[in-house]
């Protein structure tokens, strides 16, 4: 679990501020992406779960304030007063799997401005890095088109906590499992395995590793490649002959080649020796462009394995994503900046439909009425979590808003228009209002 202590320095800094000057009042902070990265049409929002578990068991221990006390310019008076802190406030949220899109809130926080300062370095870590592996397993799931998707990202994956929110997003995408046993257990993902190729390499001969390996898991999946592909292919067909109906194997698996031609070749190999059943799994450096061409030129593979370009989220591994306050003592508060321009106070996302197809955003202030479903829900009320649905119950919801998007945006590459998204007219104004009371009085032009 992260502890409180995982921020950066400048939100202890603030704190300490805030406390020195009496700032206390409440604020909102809401976490969004500028921009989407290339070839993405849409981010998928998640991290929701581990971002309430967070605030809910937030607190500084013994430990970590012994430890702050002995750091320059940390007075012992604040020190002394994080020991009670604890997150109080509200949290809204889109719920997982939902498409969110540039500028859109996935997340709002409304607390004390330094409860809620304190957790952005957190809250940023788990929802940014959550949404681009959702957003990536989706990908690929749907380049599958039906077939098998399996996690084989952990040993790749930036970090254990990464390797387990890769094998869930995976599973929430529509993936099928994971390798990741600690996964397995943590949410009750299926779990997939069988052998690597040193397993085989420790035995005399392949076909002796094969029927050793078989007759201790008959329904196993064994890994062809070790030496010569189609040779492999050849012993599980020469094991049927040797053990008959006490043959059980699931599947071959290929994990290198080329995988479109040697699965064509072991297709008509198994089938002409009757193992029409044997199934094909294939991996070794595979994304969602790669699965979509092996898919497109009908490759006899009926399950992938996907590592390393999923658990990093090779071709699109950040978003421009940032945790900004818009509203503090009541009063909305906004930013200028060239390309980063934030409109002040605190928003609802409104989505609307038409034949059951999404067809346009419109981000409003939170006390607006707009056509169209608001997006953001209360997930957490004065520190408690509200009840949240299973990882089974995302997992359909986020199927059924896949089904709710434009064909367009479904599209690997990116799309000819982006999804429309506006400013209400009143979000609009509270801005331009702002903007004018920027700007300096004009000053006079002496005389000459």
């Known amino acids: 679990m992260i502890p409180a202590?995982?921020?950066?320095?400048?939100?202890?800094?603030?704190?300490?501020?805030?406390?020195?000057?009496?700032?206390?009042?409440?604020?909102?902070?809401?976490?969004?992406?500028?921009?989407?990265?290339?070839?993405?049409?849409?981010?998928?929002?998640?991290?929701?779960?581990?971002?309430?578990?967070?605030?809910?068991?937030f607190r500084f221990t013994a430990d970590e304030l012994d430890w702050l006390r002995s750091q320059t310019g940390f007075p012992d008076a604040f020190v002394s007063s994080l020991?009670?802190?604890?997150?109080?406030?509200?949290?809204?949220?889109?719920?997982?799997?939902?498409?969110?899109?540039?500028n859109e809130p996935l997340l709002q926080v409304v607390a004390p401005i330094?409860?809620?300062?304190?957790?952005?370095?957190?809250?940023?870590?788990?929802?940014?890095?959550?949404?681009?592996?959702?957003?990536?397993?989706?990908?690929?799931?749907?380049?599958?088109?039906?077939?098998?998707?399996?996690?084989?990202?952990?040993?790749?994956?930036?970090?254990?906590?990464?390797?387990?929110?890769?094998a869930r997003a995976t599973y929430l995408a529509g993936g099928h499992g994971t390798s990741n046993v600690l996964a397995g257990r943590t949410w009750g993902i299926p779990i997939f395995g069988t052998m690597a190729h040193s397993y085989i390499q420790a035995h005399e001969t392949e076909a002796g590793a094969f029927e050793a390996f078989a007759s201790l898991f008959p329904e196993t999946t064994l890994l062809v490649d070790t030496y010569e592909t189609l040779e492999g292919v050849q012993l599980v067909v020469d094991l049927k002959k040797?053990?008959?109906?006490?043959?059980?194997?699931?599947?071959?698996?290929l994990d290198s080649g080329d995988l479109a031609a040697l699965a064509r070749e072991a297709r008509r190999m198994l089938d002409e020796a009757g193992l029409r059943t044997v199934t094909?799994?294939?991996?070794?450096?595979?994304?969602?462009?790669?699965?979509?061409?092996?898919?497109?030129?009908?490759?006899?593979?009926?399950?992938?394995?996907?590592?390393?370009?999923?658990?990093?989220?090779?071709?699109a591994p950040e978003l421009d994503m940032a945790y900004k306050l818009v509203e503090y003592a009541g009063k909305?508060?906004?930013?200028?900046?060239?390309?980063?321009?934030?409109?002040?106070?605190?928003?609802?996302?409104?989505?609307?439909?038409?034949?059951?197809?999404?067809?346009?955003?419109?981000?409003?202030?939170?006390d607006e009425s707009l056509p169209g479903t608001p997006l953001l829900r209360l997930s957490m009320l004065a520190g408690e979590i509200q009840p949240q649905p299973s990882l089974e119950?995302?997992?359909?919801?986020?199927?059924?808003?896949?089904?709710?998007?434009?064909?367009?945006?479904?599209?690997?590459?990116a799309a000819a228009t982006p999804y429309p998204v506006d400013f209400s007219k009143r979000l609009t104004e509270d801005l331009e209002s702002l903007r004018s009371r920027t700007k300096p009085d004009p000053q006079p032009i002496p005389a000459h």
Not at 139 to 162: E, H, K
């Open 83 to 102: 020991e009670k802190l604890r997150f109080t406030g509200d949290v809204y949220a889109v719920p997982e799997g939902t498409p969110v899109f540039p």
């Open 114 to 166: 330094t409860e809620a300062q304190l957790v952005e370095t957190a809250l940023l870590n788990m929802v940014h890095f959550q949404s681009l592996a959702l957003t990536k397993a989706d990908r690929i799931v749907r380049a599958a088109r039906g077939r098998q998707v399996v996690d084989f990202g952990s040993r790749r994956a930036p970090g254990g906590d990464a390797a387990l929110s890769v």
């Open 5 to 57: 202590l995982f921020t950066d320095l400048y939100e202890l800094r603030m704190a300490q501020a805030y406390r020195a000057e009496g700032m206390a009042d409440q604020a909102v902070f809401e976490l969004a992406y500028r921009k989407l990265p290339d070839r993405r049409n849409y981010i998928l929002a998640a991290g929701l779960e581990d971002v309430l578990r967070f605030l809910a068991r």
């Open 280 to 315: 094909i799994f294939a991996s070794s450096g595979l994304d969602e462009y790669q699965i979509a061409h092996l898919v497109e030129a009908g490759a006899p593979i009926d399950a992938f394995g996907v590592g390393t370009k999923l658990a990093v989220s090779a071709d």
């Open 393 to 413: 119950e995302s997992r359909h919801y986020m199927q059924d808003q896949i089904a709710q998007m434009p064909d367009k945006l479904l599209s690997l590459a």
């Open 242 to 253: 040797r053990l008959g109906n006490r043959f059980r194997v699931s599947a071959v698996r």
């Open 332 to 366: 909305g508060r906004f930013k200028l900046s060239r390309g980063k321009t934030l409109h002040p106070g605190r928003k609802q996302v409104f989505r609307q439909m038409r034949d059951s197809r999404m067809t346009g955003d419109t981000i409003g202030r939170f």
